[in-house]
Structure formats: structure tokens, C-alpha cells
């Protein structure tokens, strides 16, 4: 049993203890509050003049991406004849007949969010440039989602975009010139009589030559629908023109060493 010695000794430390302050109360309200930092509202835009594929299988990683912004989506896709048709579900944008008479020009997807969250791409054939892209939001935000669209640009990019994006388009634009009226001038040569006709047909052929030939490498290729059998037979004409070239190229090489060797 407990003696009344003992009783008032336990009292006294009850009231001691009531006495202090409450120490989580007090921690958090004297001590100064913790400044969390803010995130910088920050927004990108880039611009890149490339040669670009877009099917089936990338418009549906460019809604997954674009998902990630958590808002709306919305996709404005135009048409050669002037038109253009607002669409909200990709699925809608895939399945467009896409075809000869009225095919797709341009695709300007956007996803707009909350707390000012937003993403704007642009595909298009023309004008410069042929891709483009807007990004708003937190500053994290803005550099993880611009790498990822990076990469999936990175993706769509064709082989030849090289000759839209360097110096290298300017070179060939310009020897697309020269060399119909490099080849009229040597036909006038070799045949000065009586066939004037000669260095324009020469002209008209080999600009007829050149044109189908950029024809194969477009700057934009929406391959949907019927742009998807225009892509393949534009590709397998491509590669044959390609392949033909270089065969000729080493067949010359190596006539010219036997004429030298035998």
C-alpha cells in the first residue's frame, strides 16, 4: 500500500508535469515554419526543319505523351483543300482516309492542364518550320516533358532530314539548278547544227528528272490511310533510284580501272 508520504510526492510531479509547455505545440508554433521552395513558372519553344514520318504507331506515342499533361487533348489536323476539322480522340485523326484529292498538310496537336500546364505541337509540309513545339508549366515540368518530346521527335525523323536542317538542302537546290543548264550548254556542244531544239528538251527533261526526284523526299509524311501506300511506293521508287545510282556509280569506278589497268 502506497503511505500518504508517497501519495503527495506522486501529486506534487503530476502538477510539475502539467506545468510545462506541451513540446510538439510548441515546436511547431514558435519555431520559424520551413520555406518550401517554389516552383519557377517556365515555358519553351523550339523550332526544328526537319524531314518527318508520322503513322499510326507515333500519333498513339504522341497521345501517351501528351496524357502526362493530365488535360485536355485536342488535335486540329488540315487538309490540302484549305479545310480543317478539330478532332478529340486520335483514334479520329488515324482514321482519316487521308486520300489523293484531299490528303492531310498539317497536325497540330495540344493538351492544356490545370495551373497553367500546356503542350503545343505543330507537324506540317509548309511553311518553315516543320516541326515546332510549345511547352508551359513548372519549371520541372517543362525540361522532363521537353526531353521526352525530344525523343519522340527523334523518332519521326527521317534519314534525309539532313538536307532540310543544313546548309547541305542549299547545295543541292542550287546544283538542281545548275545542272539542267550544265547539260543543255554541253548538248549545244556536242551538237551545234541544226538541232536547236536539243539543249531545251534537255532542260525540260532533266528539271522533269529532278522534280519527281525531290518528290521522293518530302519534308512531311503523314502516313494514314492512303498516305500509308503513298509512303511505300514513294520508299520502294526511292531506294531503287538509290540503289541504281550507286550501282552505276561503281560500275563507272570500275570500268575506269580496268581501262587502266588492262
Known sequence: MWGEGTNLLLARFIVEILKEPHHSLTVSSRSPRLAL???????????????????????????????EVKGALEYKVKFSDGSMVKYDDIVDVIGQPNSNKRFIVSILASAEGHAGHSAFLTMRNDPEPSVEYTISGSQRNVIYFADKLDDWIASSRQWYSAFFSSRLGALAALAALALPLFL????????????????????????????????????????????????QLFSYIRNTVLAGFAISVLASVFANWLTKHL
Open 37 to 67: 521552395p517554389m516552383e519557377n513558372e517556365a515555358s519553351k519553344t523550339r523550332s526544328m526543319d526537319i524531314a518527318f514520318l508520322v503513322d499510326s504507331e507515333t500519333l498513339t506515342g504522341l497521345e501517351k505523351l501528351l496524357c
Open 184 to 231: 543543255a550548254n554541253k548538248s549545244e556542244i556536242l551538237y551545234p547544227a541544226g538541232k536547236s531544239w536539243l539543249p531545251l528538251t534537255t532542260m525540260i527533261v532533266v528539271g522533269l528528272a529532278e522534280y519527281w526526284t525531290f518528290k521522293l523526299f518530302p519534308r512531311a509524311t503523314f502516313a494514314l490511310g492512303h498516305g500509308a501506300r503513298r509512303h
